[in-house]
């Protein structure tokens, strides 16, 4: 945070996203996520994927689910993705949730 200075990049929240997916990234063997992340959904950890990534600061399930359907689509994962785990692929927003999925 320091060497980059606050305010003088861009937003703080964006900095601190930033700065929260480079150490995720860098706890990587090999530094590549979507490697990583292609491992993750052949191995059908989907479930255990999608809620490391909201760890990721800013990061939530609207936005786990938009990247994890992006490499479905751009890699041949349809064989490996079980029928039970396609909600994790499925972009779904606050307002839909609070107005459709009421108890």
Known sequence: MKVIGKGKVGKSRDIEMVISILEFISKL??????KYSLSRIQNGNIINHFNKFQKIHLIGPKC????????????????????????????IDVWVKKNCFKS
């Open 29 to 34: 063997s090999d530094r590549n996520i979507v």
């Open 64 to 91: 786990s689910s938009f990247y994890l359907r992006d490499l479905s689509y751009i890699y041949p994962l349809d064989k490996e993705i079980k029928k039970e785990d396609l909600i994790y692929l499925q972009p």
